[in-house]
């Protein structure tokens, strides 16, 4: 779309957005699968079949993986009720979420899905209400994230009430016909990433009660925007490639993010933290009931907690631990994540509430029982750790971020846990994090200090290799070969030396094809397939909703969006400018901020207003919100009367127009 991405909003976690083509693969003959395919014939939306190297990876991978199965025993436990017919509808975009567009999930997993990415989108995808113990339920499977309900004196308390308000009255319609009325007297948000609190209206049918004790981490609401604002549009981009948005669900498509399915693109909503979490333990009586909290900061999320409940002999996990190896590093793009730190709070739980009998989480399914808690546990604490002392070790030996990736493993103790393996994060991206953390983009090679760019790369590389037929041929070869990450450097070069070449595109799309195939990791699934998409079909587009956000929009402090708007600045279009100051008057919220312009900076301060100003502008948050999200057009905002402008409007047009209009659809896979 043609506006900017609302900042924000991007980022936090698989949210806000839809598949664009819900059901397009499933009418393109991706039927159960037949015999192993051995040509690469495609379907109606151009991916390729299996081919023969994938049918065979894949083949043993499924042979190779655990027998363990308790993991259905734990998802299928305290069922209550199963809506068969689940369809929960956004307000805003009218776009489903549909249990019904998974069903092609049933059965043996096909060529085109690697076994254990199938075995866990089957398991994400168990919907329904389930009694965890007596007084602590959860509703699974309506959003990304799951809502947990806990019973106290008076009432219930609800535990991440899901991304949408579409999402969480559902599920909180599913929970009320078992539990009965009794009210929700208390809120917790276990972190500041949006598929844990945004619905939070949707469980009071549309507003949240004066009286609401909602209880949240330090800095939650610090958090919760800040995360991501300055980076959101390019973000919004990648996570379109992270979450697969522009995939529609099926055996050569969209499967699972390995946390859950992508949540729907709804209406936000936001209740203000009454009570801060910030150290451990933190006890709380709520509604009766013992709550000894945990603060772990900078760890999964900036601000995030979990909590133990004495009575039931149970811990709450948050996302600090869930039944996969999580992200310390984000393929959408973030800072990356403290595995030290987030290890250490693991360790910490096991210590302190050492005697737990149950484990429950924000994402995926529940653990019973002491030792396989306690073993759960240690064995999340110990694949973050392994992976951060390992890389050291050997970064310290001299390897290089590939280097390390490419032969580290974790030990048959750890991946031979299902919980361990690379569902969400890899241990791929994540070793290459953790060196990131340490030592930043450079290896230390000096060849790779300053090498070309993408395109004067590709131009040299066909040419070095004889042109462009000729790496075709060697291109033909590495996929022949079953080389398919070779096949794609080679034809990656090639398409950024000349994107035109559709065959090139062609191929390489193919190469992603198998890729994605392959992985056991639902976003390098949806990374790789959105790459073939798009040379298939072009960008998708950021397929955002501005509405959707709107609830989180309101938290972000105004000078966040100026330090936003700095960024947007086309520097070499200012440089010449002489400078200049403008006064920003927000009626509505009373605040002044003078933006002045500077050596092709922009800089702002909160303060009284500049009298030397070229203008004063006077406006409401609002209005201002929608000219920097890009609603409202700036020359239209300019000259409206919703705005009060003393002194040039003309100098106040011109520095909107320094301003870049990124639309947040730039291309990916082509230059
Ligand atoms: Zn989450």
Redesign the pocket.
């Known amino acids: 779309m043609q506006r900017s991405a609302p900042p924000w909003i991007l980022a936090m ?2 949210r806000i957005l839809l598949p664009i083509a819900l059901l397009s693969c499933l009418l393109a003959g991706c039927g159960p699968s037949p015999e192993p395919a051995q040509d690469t014939k495609a379907d109606a939306n151009g991916n390729t079949s299996a081919s023969a190297f994938t049918t065979r990876l894949n083949a043993a991978a499924g042979a190779a993986l655990p027998t363990d199965t308790a993991d259905i025993d734990d998802a299928s436990r305290g069922l209550i009720e199963r809506e068969q017919n689940l369809v929960i509808e956004s307000a805003i975009t009218g776009r489903r979420w549909s249990a019904a567009a998974f069903e092609f999930l049933q059965g043996e997993p096909p060529a085109s899905v690697n076994p254990s990415l199938w075995r866990q989108a089957r398991l994400n995808g168990m919907h329904g209400l389930y009694k965890v113990a007596e007084g602590i339920y959860q509703v699974r499977g309506y959003d ?2 799951n809502m947990t309900w806990i019973r106290g004196r008076s009432g219930w308390i609800v535990v991440d009430p899901l991304t949408s308000v579409e999402s969480a009255a559902a599920a909180t319609r599913l929970a009320r016909k078992h539990l009965g009325n009794d009210p929700v007297v208390a809120v917790i948000f276990t ?1 500041s ?1 949006v ?2 609190f945004s619905g939070v209206a949707g469980v009071f049918g549309g507003s949240t009660p004066p009286d609401l004790r909602v209880i949240a981490p330090a800095r939650f609401v610090e958090e919760l925007t800040s995360e991501n604002v300055l980076a959101g549009i390019a973000m919004g981009r990648r996570a379109s490639y992270q979450f697969g948005y522009p995939l529609a669900p099926g055996l050569r498509g969209y499967v699972d993010s390995g ?1 859950g399915r992508q949540p729907l693109s709804g209406q936000s909503s936001f209740a203000m933290p009454t009570e801060s979490i910030d150290h451990t333990p933190q006890p709380l009586v709520v509604d009766g009931v013992d709550i000894v909290f945990q603060y772990t900061p900078e760890s999964e999320a900036p601000a995030e907690l979990s909590f133990y409940l004495p009575a039931w002999k149970a811990w709450c996990g948050a ?1 600090i631990v869930s039944r996969t190896m999580h992200n310390l590093y984000t393929l959408r793009g973030a800072k990356v994540r403290d595995a030290l730190k987030w290890s250490g709070y693991i360790d910490e739980a096991i210590q302190r509430f050492g005697d737990m009998e149950l484990v429950f989480t ?2 995926n399914w529940p653990v019973f029982g002491h030792d396989r808690a306690i073993g759960f546990l240690k064995g999340q604490r110990d694949t973050y750790r392994y992976i951060h002392d390992q890389t050291l070790r050997l970064a310290n030996q001299g390897a290089t971020p590939r280097e390390i990736a490419e032969q580290l493993e974790l030990p048959a103790q750890l991946s031979s846990q299902f919980a361990n393996r690379g569902y969400y994060g890899t241990l791929k991206h994540n070793a290459k994090a953790v060196y990131q953390f340490y030592f930043g983009w450079y290896d230390g090679n000096p060849a790779n200090l300053d090498p070309l760019p993408p395109v004067d790369l590709g131009n040299h590389y066909v040419e070095a290799m004889g042109g462009a037929a000729a790496v075709k041929q060697k291109a033909r070869d590495a996929i022949t070969g079953g080389e398919y990450r070779w096949a794609a450097t080679l034809l990656d070069h090639l398409v950024f030396a000349d994107p035109a070449d559709s065959e090139a595109k062609e191929l390489l799309a193919g190469a992603y094809d198998q890729l994605g195939y392959q992985a056991e990791s639902g976003v390098w699934r949806s990374v790789y397939l959105t790459g073939a998409q798009e040379l298939r079909h072009g960008p998708g587009g950021a397929v955002l909703d501005v509405r959707s956000g709107a609830a989180i929009l309101e938290r972000v402090p105004l000078e966040l969006f100026f330090t936003a708007m700095a960024t947007r600045l086309d520097g070499p279009r200012a440089a010449g400018t002489t400078p200049f100051s403008i006064n920003f008057v927000f009626t509505d919220v009373n605040e002044t901020h003078v933006l002045q312009l500077e050596n092709a900076v922009l800089h702002h301060q909160a303060q009284a207003a500049d009298p030397a100003a070229a203008a004063t502008v006077r406006l409401t948050r609002p209005l201002f919100l929608r000219m920097i999200t890009g609603e409202a057009g700036f020359k239209e905002l300019v000259f409206s009367d919703d705005i009060e402008v003393e002194g040039s409007r003309i100098a106040l047009l011109g520095l909107l127009r320094l301003l870049d209009p990124a639309d947040g659809n730039f291309p990916i896979v082509t230059p």
């Open positions: 976690h698989p990304v994230s972190h990433h598929d844990h946390l996302e924000s994402h």
